[in-house]
């Protein structure tokens, strides 16, 4: 056992760096209780470890006295002038007490007190070396499973990856090696664990932390992340320096960079997107690729209302509410789409319009135009069709009916010699086209909405 003990405790001390002196110390404690079984209740008992060959011994404490009365704590002048030859009265004295074969009694109690105090000095080491990486990016191999949480080797310390930091979208294999954030160390000097996570939204920070150097060196900043775990992360990115692309630079030489941390994320989409403090490019570009008609911003409830086409609702709102939801977590806006309604012209709009073109007749008043257009002569045309004493029927025009009828017709011959007249008919000609820097091609421009949209697309990585 001795033996074996020494080397139990080189192989801890080498292969997991834990201090030998620390669990020694602890062992001997753990064999004080089997001292006692063994030589009875002393008043004071201590037991030492043989750093060399490992042979255990015990020590008692006891009173030096003339006359001895309490065995287990006292010890007679003359047995004490034997360890120490100036021993005195009333002199506390520690001699000696290992009981025969005692090395053989406390072989398993030594077993277990060292398994114990292996484990408390991992987790005081743990503590240590930990404490101050939390947010770091670790690689380990899975182990194991305890129920649906993973078990993670990290070398010397082994961490748990639980079921509330997973992603639901993978799985994972033994002896398989996966990246993990540091999310915890949970506990205290004297009994810690490392809690891991991939479902974290800085887990995704840390992976273009490491990526893209721009980011790294403080050159670009990320504003903000939004990441329904396994599905799509939207990132806002902002750079410091105006001659560096914030997006372009994230995205990679083509598109290396953002390939890396999707294929560690397992293909889970990232959308990275050019933050803007103006809210309105800020949500125009977070929508992407949907193309955005019309936004009402109401800064007093921080809601923004979008209008898109029919045909862009589904895109701009994603699976399952996806794209809307991600742009609000994003932007910290609530965020609600709609699909912008063709506009329709009403019966009161219509009446509107036939009353107001009757008007427009020379020799028609308003009031005559409006009860023309009641009693359904809408047109010039239909006014044309009926006769004097068909007009004469309707109220409010009884004695004006001659007249009204008279201003139709000649409308209605000046409109035909307009029709017949070349001088009248004729389109003036064309003017000839600009050439050179002064010619303005319509087609080359675009609209402020468009140009807005032109430039608000984000870069995907599927």
């Known amino acids: 056992m001795n033996a074996e ?31 006692k079984r063994a030589v009875g209740p002393a008043r004071e008992l201590r037991c030492e470890i043989d750093r060399k060959d490992g042979d255990i011994r015990a020590f008692a404490t006891l009173i030096v006295v003339e006359s001895v009365t309490d065995k287990q704590n006292e010890i007679s002048l003359d047995s004490a002038q034997r360890f120490k030859p100036d ?16 090395g053989r009694i406390a072989s398993q109690n030594a077993k277990q007190a060292l398994m114990q105090a292996i484990r408390r000095a991992e987790k005081a080491l743990i503590y ?8 770091d ?3 380990g191999e899975v182990r194991g499973f305890d129920r649906s949480d993973v078990l993670v080797d990290l070398g010397k310390f082994e961490a748990l990856l639980p079921n509330r930091e997973r992603v639901p979208t993978e799985e994972y294999q033994r002896g398989e090696r996966i990246r ?5 160390v949970e506990g205290s000097d004297s009994s810690s664990e490392i809690i891991l996570s991939r479902r974290d ?3 995704v920070l840390k992976l273009f932390q490491l990526e893209v150097s721009e980011i790294n060196d403080g050159t670009i900043e990320i504003k903000a992340i939004a990441r329904e775990p396994g599905f799509r992360t939207k990132l806002a990115v902002h750079s410091r320096d105006e001659k560096v692309d914030p997006v372009g630079a994230c995205v990679g030489l083509r598109g290396q960079r953002v390939k890396n941390i999707v294929r560690e994320l397992n293909n889970e989409k990232i959308d990275i997107i050019r933050w803007d403090e103006d809210v309105e490019t800020y949500v125009t570009n977070s929508l992407a690729p949907a193309q955005i008609k019309r936004l009402e911003i109401q800064q007093d409830r921080k809601r923004v209302h979008v209008l898109v086409n029919p045909d862009q609702l589904s895109l701009a709102i994603g699976r399952r509410g996806q794209n809307a939801r991600l742009t609000s977590l994003l932007t910290g806006w609530q965020i609600d789409i709609d699909p912008e309604q063709e506009v329709r012209v009403g ?49 409010g025009l009884a004695e004006h009916a001659e007249s009204v009828l008279a201003a139709a017709h000649a409308e209605k011959e000046r409109r035909s010699g307009a029709d017949t007249n070349p001088l009248i008919n004729s389109a003036p000609p064309e003017p000839e086209a600009e050439t050179g820097d002064e ?15 032109a430039t608000a697309q984000p870069k995907e990585a599927e």
């Open 439 to 453: 010619a303005a091609p319509e087609a080359e421009t675009l609209e402020p909405e468009a140009a807005e949209e």
């Open 5 to 35: 003990f020494i080397a139990s405790m080189e192989y801890w001390e080498r292969e997991k760096g834990l201090d030998r002196e620390i669990l020694i110390s602890a062992v001997e404690d753990a064999m004080v209780s089997a001292a």
């Open 128 to 135: 240590t070396e930990f404490k101050d990486r939390v947010g």
């Open 201 to 203: 939204s800085d887990f």
């Open 347 to 395: 019966f009161e709009e219509q009446v509107a319009d036939a009353v107001d073109a009757l008007a427009s007749i020379p020799g028609i008043e308003k009031e005559q135009a409006d009860a023309l257009v009641h009693a359904g002569l809408l047109t010039l045309e239909a006014l044309n069709g009926v006769e004097a004493s068909d007009l004469a029927d309707i109220p």
């Open 87 to 102: 021993a005195q009265l009333e002199e506390e004295l520690e001699v000696e007490v290992t009981p025969k074969n005692f």
């Open 137 to 139: 990016i670790v690689s």
């Open 180 to 184: 993990c954030l540091v999310k915890a």
